[in-house]
């Protein structure tokens, strides 16, 4: 398993979009054509490859994109400039490799120096406390929740400081 991060390909839309599906509801389920959109403009979107497949991927915005998510939007009302995790996902097979911190740091190596705070938000409703202990122990405190879809979801608002 050598876990190499790449950027991510077109040609990896359906490999993504099933390990994005395979980590619902710890990620958002989303549509191809929203993939197919973050494989497009998003402004970090790698994956790291394991024994000839994806074992894990992450998707980072910053402020400028239209993107409608009520959770980015939450940040860009309070940050003026930031790096959102959107989203990371890793396969059952891939877990303990050190995948998502790895793809962590490599986000934040792409980043401008001027970029002070990273973001991201772990659900609280439907816990996930995986995630929570992960990003505590990345230096992620909480600053802020809200609730989404309707109220059916609640979400820890998180930042670290760079």
Known sequence: MTGTIRDVAIGDLDAVLELNEANVPEVGSVSAEQMRWFVEHATYFRVADVD???GALLVG???GL?????NYRWFLNRYDDFAYIDRVAVADRARRLGLASRLYADFESTL???VGVMTCEVNIRPPNESSMRFHEAHGFRQVGRQETEAGNKEVAMLAKTL
């Open 52 to 54: 000839g497949g994806i």
């Open 61 to 63: 915005m910053r402020p």
């Open 66 to 70: 239209d993107y409608g998510s009520p």
């Open 112 to 114: 401008p120096a001027t």
